[in-house]
């Protein structure tokens, strides 16, 4: 509903809508039949692993059912190429990967990619060779398709207080980093992971991509309406999108959030950063 709600107000973001409806179809269908992960959560194995920086789901645990998988990934890159949002070279791929055996090893390298980048931005192990980034074609096409269990994965995760305690910018749960925020009604800023939903706190004017603190080196700018918010950082030009709660009638909305920035994309881009 909200999302309609963007279509009528937003004739120029019906497209984008359209295929966001489409998805979200698609993980609902899935996500019902996910089953909830064990998943050790004592206080002490949240300790451990804030210390070593280490996300706490291993891709072992994750409750994957194959042919649910398979029919995810083929299925988003239908949506998506239906779309225009992936090109045919791409959507090939995709498919046949949705067919292949070697499937589960490829989603467990895309996976493994996100904690492996984390350690390498710590100075613990050098970038690997891995072209399944979030930021490539098929990369985006696992991640939608792995939404429904990543994010059933993140609820169990999201009840715990101990939460409370993880300090780092990427995923407690899953190694993602952010790609939304949102602003509490007592100012502090969450940030929500982009792989699983996962929210956190996290220091309001630090950039979660490079850890830069310079107030002066943060940019910082909200739509007309004061409903979100942009940091951009200075440092290393990246930006995040939040969603202002303070002044808010409903909670931050993940998908939704993130269909109503596109026009703060385009501002921010303009601007010279990029997400
Ligand atoms: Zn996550
Ligand atoms: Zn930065």
Not at 54 to 76: A, H
Not at 135 to 159: H, W, Y
Not at 164 to 180: E, I, K, Q, R, V
Request: aromatic share 6%; proline share 4%; charged share 25%.
């Amino acid at each position: 509903m909200e999302l309609q709600a963007i279509r009528s107000q937003h004739p120029e973001l019906t497209t984008a809508v359209d295929m966001h409806l489409e998805l979200l179809a698609l993980q609902r269908r899935v996500q019902g039949r996910v089953t909830l992960p064990m998943l050790d959560l004592s206080a002490e194995t949240l300790k451990r692993h804030q210390i070593e920086a280490r996300p706490l789901l291993r891709f072992e645990d994750i409750p994957l059912d194959l042919s649910d998988l398979r029919l995810m990934v083929r299925q988003t890159a239908d949506v998506l190429r239906r779309y225009g949002a992936l090109e045919q070279p791409d959507y090939d791929k995709a498919q046949t990967l949705g067919r292949d055996m070697q499937l589960l090893a490829t989603v467990g390298n895309w996976y493994r990619s996100a904690s492996d980048r984390q350690l390498a931005v710590a100075g613990v192990a050098s970038v690997t060779g891995n072209d399944l980034g979030d930021d490539t074609a098929i990369g985006q096409v696992i991640a939608l398709a792995m939404r429904p269990f990543l994010s059933r994965c993140a609820e169990v995760l999201q009840q715990r207080s101990e939460l409370a305690n993880w300090t780092h910018a990427h995923c407690a749960l899953c190694g993602g980093d952010p790609d939304l925020a949102v602003i509490t009604p007592s100012a502090e800023r969450h940030l929500i992971c982009g792989r699983c939903a996962l929210r956190w706190k996290f220091e309001s004017l630090t950039c979660p991509y490079c850890r830069n603190s310079d107030r002066s080196k943060i940019t910082s700018f909200a739509t007309t309406d004061g409903k979100y918010r942009v940091y951009a950082c200075d440092v290393c030009q990246r930006y995040l999108k939040a969603y202002d709660g303070r002044r808010a009638t409903r909670p931050v909305m993940p998908i939704v959030d993130s269909v109503a920035t596109l026009p703060l994309d385009a501002a921010a881009m303009q601007r010279g950063y990029t997400s």
